[in-house]
């Protein structure tokens, strides 16, 4: 299995990325993915989820097992809802969450179990990145979903909760466009209808938020372990991700390889 690196972006990385990758990987081939809607008052929008693909958790720590699963569902041929997936899911990212600190038994899963078991089901490659504002955050998740056609991971509430991110509104199609800014993210959250009395309602099912509204929950990680929540590992080092936007984020392999100049 490939090392997947802790990346962070910014917003030169994130012109440079499509001015390369548009020319590595050219046009998206008609037919290879749902059409984005085009309009001329609207911009560029483009939802890679179909309606049957939403999946509630069903406990308060599934979270991370529930997102994979929804992410699977636009990513796969058929959706699957079940219940007995879902807890096999939620096992795996478990599983690859690393380290917790002496005495503290986790519930939940991390940020590292959620990108590690997507990896593991052949569902990636994809890799956590951090941004440093949440615009920086909402044109890297767009310039992914756009270049590779798979959903977004967001890691929100300080890093207790898990959203999916499907689709999204801009100003211009971000490959053809780089100075593109994202107006709206379409999202799902598993934890809907119930939401949060802390952090607010859960929007419906690929809902399409501002971005004013989007940052109300998604927002910079904090360092730290939450029983019953997704558990962060303060053991297993994420520092360069404190502070940060996080994302849980597809790419293509060899396009990043060659930009980065990493090994993948």
Not at 12 to 41: M, Y
Not at 109 to 123: E, K, T, Y
Not at 136 to 157: D, F, H, Q, S
Request: glycine share 10%.
């Amino acid at each position: 299995m490939r090392d997947h690196l802790v990346r962070s972006a910014s917003r030169a990385t994130i012109g440079l990325l499509i001015a390369v990758q548009v020319t590595l990987a050219g046009p998206v081939a008609p037919g290879s993915g749902p059409p984005p809607v085009l309009a001329a008052d609207r911009g560029y929008v483009v939802d890679l989820a179909a309606k049957g693909d939403f999946v509630a958790q069903k406990n308060l720590v599934q979270c991370v097992g529930a997102s994979m699963q929804m992410m699977l569902n636009i990513i796969g041929p058929t959706a699957d809802r079940s219940a007995g997936t879902q807890l096999g899911l939620q096992k795996l990212a478990r599983s690859m969450s690393g380290p917790t600190r002496p005495g503290f038994e986790r519930h939940g899963a991390s940020v590292r179990g959620w990108m590690s078991g997507l990896n593991q089901l052949d569902a990636g490659p994809y890799r956590l990145v951090g941004a440093d504002t949440l615009a920086e955050a909402m044109r890297t998740a767009a310039l992914a979903i756009r270049l590779t056609g798979k959903p977004v991971g967001l890691l929100v509430w300080h890093g207790r909760h898990a959203w999916v991110m499907s689709g999204f509104k801009a100003t211009a199609d971000p490959l053809r466009d780089t100075t593109f800014e994202v107006t709206a993210a379409v999202v799902l959250d598993p934890l809907y209808p119930f939401g949060s009395r802390t952090w607010g309602p859960s929007p419906k099912p690929r809902q399409a938020l501002s971005v004013v509204d989007v940052g109300r929950q998604f927002v910079p990680r904090r360092s730290g372990t939450w029983p019953g929540g997704i558990g962060i590992d303060p053991v297993w080092s994420l520092a360069s991700l404190s502070g940060k936007y996080v994302l849980v984020l597809p790419y293509r392999a060899e396009p990043i390889a060659r930009l980065l100049n990493v090994a993948l």
